[in-house]
């Protein structure tokens, strides 16, 4: 993940790039990073963990949402945006949905790793995620063939739940009766 210039700026700044930009762009704590193209297995896993999910959350309360779609993550006692495009995104409170974004809090986000945004996804946006409270975080190494599973406890921090490499069934603890065997997905 690069940076898309390396002086912070403000959050109308960041949308009046947006406005003008076909750039994937990211609003994190004032500073603006520019996610990369995603490669041909990025692609194929995305679609596969999309169809997946949306079969099981057909008929509940809950919906899936794919890349590009923004993010504003929002709580409660927030005060700075944060605005992030995950590969995908469930989520279950419909109320914050817009005719360009999701203002609120996502409850499951999958970000599946490239080699150029390893560090982004496993510090910044796993710090992120736990901080603002997503209920749970996928990350998807294709380079390894592995999903580690994070859920919030109860102190508001994130504990690996379930992590498997090659083949097995991975699970979710948020979405209850949710699994997918990495075989599948990484075939």
């Known amino acids: 993940m690069n940076l898309y210039q390396n002086s912070p700026m403000s959050v109308h700044e960041y949308f009046t790039i947006r406005e003008k930009s076909e750039d994937l762009l990211e609003y994190i704590d004032g500073m603006v990073y520019m996610s990369p193209s995603p490669s041909t297995a990025h692609q194929r896993i995305s679609r596969k963990l999309l169809i997946q999910l949306d079969r099981f959350l057909n008929g509940k309360p809950c919906e899936v949402f794919h890349a590009p779609f923004d993010i504003e993550l929002k709580t409660d006692n927030s005060e700075e945006a944060k605005i992030v495009i995950p590969d995908l995104s469930v989520i279950c409170d419909k109320s914050g949905l817009t005719e360009s974004r999701y203002v609120g809090m996502p409850t499951l986000i ?5 080699p150029s945004n390893q560090a982004h996804d496993l510090i910044t946006k796993l710090n992120l995620y736990m901080n603002v409270g997503v209920k749970e975080y996928w990350i998807v190494n294709p380079m390894l063939r592995s999903v580690t599973v994070y859920s ?4 508001g921090l994130y504990e690996q739940h379930d992590i498997k490499t090659e083949g097995g069934v991975i699970t979710s603890e ?3 009766g949710f699994s997918v065997d990495l075989k599948e997905i990484f075939q």
Not at 110 to 114: A, F, K, M, Q, R
Not at 152 to 155: D, F, K, P, R, Y
């Open 110 to 114: 999958v970000e599946i790793l490239s």
């Open 152 to 155: 919030l406890n109860e102190e």
């Open 174 to 176: 948020i979405l209850q």
